[in-house]
């Protein structure tokens, strides 16, 4: 067995150990529940992980990572995750949370097979086709690609805002919000694009309301 791999079970005992210095009842109180006001959605890259850059506790935040951060409505996984945690945890804020330097992001502009990445970086190319004007107006790479990781992530936020679950305990609940982010790998600074969620929700309902908005406003009013 690798010294790489024997090593994580030591840094796990040295966790403890610090832990339980600090609150001999932690681990105790840890198991009863969770309780989050979170959910975060992020990259799988091995770079961005969402407590250390939240400065989050054990218990604060609920996370689902892909590659590229997307929401897509037909990977159950991911929607799986937002329904749980919007009708039984009752999260408060919904992060969906990109990275500058993104591999997912770059793969998807590459002109090469992929295997069975392709269909799902497709996801990337769609939200390029939809902002292919702005994009090709930029004409440094880099930039580019960090305003593609942008849009990935707005675009991403309205694949969310789209999902009946979220619809309906927002009108009845003022919850959850959804917010866009980005992490700056450069500087460790998170960046928020300041996705205005109500405007975006009042635009597509015309299209993707989801709601049965009869029986829902019937509810908030009792």
């Not at 090469?112 to 090709?136: A, C, F, K, M, S």
Request: glycine share 4%; aromatic share 10%.
């Amino acid at each position: 067995m690798s010294q790489s791999y024997e090593v994580i079970f030591e840094n796990n005992k040295k966790w403890v150990a610090s832990k339980l210095a600090d609150n001999p009842e932690f681990f105790h109180d840890l198991a009863k529940t969770q309780n989050p006001d979170y959910l975060y959605i992020g990259c799988s890259d091995s770079r961005a992980t969402a407590e250390e850059l939240m400065g989050a506790k054990p218990g604060e935040v609920f996370v689902h990572r892909n590659i590229a951060n997307i929401v897509n409505t037909l990977d159950m996984s991911s929607t799986a995750v937002i329904q749980y945690a919007v009708k039984h945890l009752k999260v408060k804020h919904i992060i969906v949370c990109g990275h500058y330097n993104c591999g997912g992001v770059k793969a998807a502009m590459t002109p090469q097979d992929l295997g069975l990445l392709n269909p799902w970086l497709r996801n990337i190319r769609d939200v390029y086709r939809l902002h292919q004007t702005e994009l090709d107006s930029i004409e440094d790479e880099n930039r580019r690609y960090d305003r593609l990781v942008e849009l990935n992530v707005q675009e991403q936020c309205i694949n969310v805002i789209k999902m009946a679950c979220v619809q309906e305990r927002y009108i009845l609940e003022e919850y959850p919000v959804v917010h866009g982010w980005v992490f700056d790998l450069r500087t460790g600074k998170i960046i928020d694009l300041e996705i205005d969620f109500e405007k975006i929700l009042k635009d597509i309902q015309k299209i993707y309301n989801l709601t049965g908005s009869d029986w829902v406003m019937s509810r908030k009013t009792k």
